[in-house]
């Protein structure tokens, strides 16, 4: 699978943009990406994919480099609830059923 | 709509006790999938099921985990005998059908297991 590289951690101040880097060098043409984030003791939940395009939804947007070697989550305005670890995830199409793999994530910390 | 269910949310046992860990997938979810988060290993994908039937157990650490499906609203995840290196939070995941590589996987909020 190919894997992805993204920060230990990340602070914002509340209100503020926030931006969360995923590094996915040996993507190929067939992977989505893929973000979810788990907040503090709850199961992780789904927050964007995509494939090229980027793309936009009520929780966040997803900006895809043209080489799509990177990518970028982006929180318009971070608010306390948004304290959470956020995976970037790469996901097979067509090859049957894709499943999840969890890295790390990016631990978000977010101050009033 | 319910989310996925699980139960119970909390559970404590002393080593050598069975242990039957439950899930409700969404309705209508053709996929249920259980993992294992612990700090040193993170998230892992322990068995998933399509259907009712076991596709893929390769993360199942060993012989005393066992999974079941036997119909398309439960399962059960089982741990006999429980050791303290099995303490973790189990989660329990739907999602509905497809190969497209997009399908969202729903989880529940798991139960947190402390073996003594």
């Known amino acids: 699978d190919a894997k992805t590289t993204q920060p230990n951690s990340m602070e914002s101040n509340e209100e503020e943009p926030v931006h969360l880097p995923c590094n996915h060098s040996?993507?190929?043409?067939?992977?989505?990406i893929h973000w979810y984030r788990q907040l503090p003791s709850q199961g992780p939940e789904y927050v964007i994919h995509?494939?090229?395009s980027n793309v936009n939804n009520r929780m966040a947007s997803l900006a895809i480099a043209e080489d799509r070697k990177s990518s970028t989550l982006i929180l318009h305005r971070a608010t306390l609830r948004d304290a959470a670890v956020y995976y970037c995830i790469l996901r097979e199409v067509n090859s049957g059923y894709s499943t999840l793999t969890f890295g790390k994530g990016t631990m978000l910390l977010v101050s009033p | 709509d319910a989310g996925v269910i699980q139960s119970p949310r909390h559970e404590v046992t002393e080593m050598g006790q069975e242990v039957t860990l439950r899930c409700k997938p969404i309705?209508?979810?053709?996929?249920l999938f259980w993992y294992r988060q612990t700090m040193m290993r993170g998230l892992e994908l322990l068995i998933y099921f399509n259907n009712n039937v076991p596709i893929d157990d390769s993360g199942m650490p060993e012989d005393r985990f066992s999974a079941k499906m036997p119909n398309a609203s439960f399962s059960t995840l089982k741990i006999q005998p429980s050791e303290p290196r099995d303490s973790a939070v189990y989660f329990c995941?739907?999602?509905?059908?497809?190969?497209?590589?997009?399908?969202?996987?729903?989880f529940g909020p798991g139960t947190r297991l402390l073996v003594l």
């Open positions: 995509g494939l090229t």
């Open positions: 040996t993507i190929s043409g067939t992977d989505y």
């Open positions: 309705s209508g979810h053709d996929y």
């Open positions: 995941a739907s999602s509905p059908p497809g190969s497209r590589g997009w399908e969202t996987q729903y």
